[in-house]
């Protein structure tokens, strides 16, 4: 198991707590071969945050990277890391991206088996511990678990696939999550994952989302800063 290689600053503690619109660029898509200068990239155009999607080729069929990458990416950035993991028997490993520096951790619930025992090491090891629902995962798998995690991603398209339409049926988990939210009085962050672009980022903003993946809406266009600027302003005009 990895020693942990860093801490949280104050600053980027706060940031990932407060409510307001993140939009996370999902490395996925970044030139690995000069992934350095992707992050560097990335930060310069004005990313508060970026998202790694750890695939296992099991619990989803695509298989991408693993803790050398993220702890690379943890040495070569200076913003907060979510790391998601889609992998199964996420509660065996999920620690060690904590430690290797993830500040966020989102975990399928679909996935996990002891699921408040492993949000409840996250949080420990210093990292924030989210929950990850795919479409046809209800907001009622999530909910007994609510108080004890500090956000949730809501999948808009089926994990480990690419290329997929935004599925709408999102919005409606979204403004449910969000209901609960206030009416429990729980501070959890809701995030989106799958299918954001200029066409679709202002209705989950409006109904709630505030840590926004965006995939090939930023790291296919030829300038990332025009590209994350769009979105963030459209995201804004949202409330």
Do not use: W
Request: aromatic residues 4%; negative net charge; charged residues 20%.
């Amino acid at each position: 198991m990895s020693d942990p290689i860093h801490s949280p600053s104050p600053s980027i503690e706060s940031e990932l707590s407060k409510h307001g619109h993140i939009i996370l660029p999902a490395l996925l898509l970044c030139d690995f071969g000069h992934l350095d200068n992707e992050v560097k990239k990335l930060e310069t155009a004005g990313a508060k945050a970026v998202h790694l999607d750890v695939m296992d080729g099991v619990f989803v069929p695509q298989l991408t990277y693993g803790l050398v990458v993220v702890e690379a990416v943890r040495r070569a950035a200076s913003v907060p890391i979510e790391v998601h993991m889609m992998v199964e028997r996420p509660d065996d490993s999920a620690i060690q991206y904590a430690k290797a520096g993830a500040d966020i951790v989102t975990l399928h619930v679909e996935g996990l088996d002891k699921t408040k025992e492993t949000l409840t090491a996250i949080e420990a090891a210093g990292s924030q511990a989210h929950l990850a629902i795919s479409p046809n995962t209800p907001v009622s798998r999530v909910e007994p678990f609510l108080d004890s995690c500090s956000g949730v991603l809501v999948m808009s398209v089926e994990p480990g696939f690419g290329g997929q339409a935004f599925q709408p049926l999102a919005i409606e988990k979204i403004r449910r999550l969000e209901e609960i939210r206030a009416s429990k009085g729980y501070d959890f962050r809701i995030g989106v994952d799958g299918g954001i672009s200029t066409k679709t980022i202002s209705s989950v903003a409006q109904a709630g989302a505030e840590l926004i993946v965006a995939g090939s809406a930023i790291l296919k266009q030829a300038n990332y800063a025009d590209a994350l600027g769009e979105l963030e302003t459209l995201a804004r005009k949202s409330k």
